[in-house]
């Protein structure tokens, strides 16, 4: 088990942007892998995203490529999700999550029990 803390969510207009950071205080948790995942009510959990600890390679899921990136500043164990251009649609709450293994940039990453965020709601309006 490794303990993330995310922030930066909130309330933004439809346009705007949002920072999203989420950080592993237990810097001696090896990770290979952290990323984003997003659900909204009624709607399945959607991988979003995910970075390689190492060595920078990242996934941006489709459906936000283009308006979303995923950084990390790496001596701050810390991951962002920068959200460009947001829509209703991407009204959510959204989750980090981290592995030791290197399987976050797979569209079907299952990130293990016990490894994620609690979660920041970003709500996008018109």
């Known amino acids: 088990q490794v303990r993330l803390e995310e922030s930066g969510g909130g309330s933004v207009q439809a346009g705007g942007s949002v920072r999203l950071s989420c950080t592993r205080p237990?810097?001696?948790?090896?990770?290979?892998?952290m990323g984003w995942f997003r659900q909204a009510p009624g709607r399945e959990r959607e991988h979003i995203g995910g970075?390689?600890?190492?060595?920078?390679?990242?996934y941006v899921a489709e459906s936000v490529r283009g308006r979303f990136t995923i950084s990390q500043e790496k001596a701050k164990n810390t991951v962002f999700l920068q959200m460009n251009n947001v829509t209703p649609d991407d009204t959510a709450k959204y989750y980090c999550?981290?592995?030791?293994?290197?399987?976050?940039?797979?569209?079907?990453?299952?990130?293990?029990?016990?490894?994620w965020g609690q979660g920041t709601q970003v709500t996008v309006s018109t």
């Open positions: 999550a981290a592995d030791q293994h290197y399987n976050c940039l797979s569209l079907n990453w299952k990130p293990p029990n016990g490894n």
């Open positions: 237990d810097a001696s948790w090896t990770t290979a892998c």
């Open positions: 970075i390689y600890t190492t060595d920078d390679d990242t």
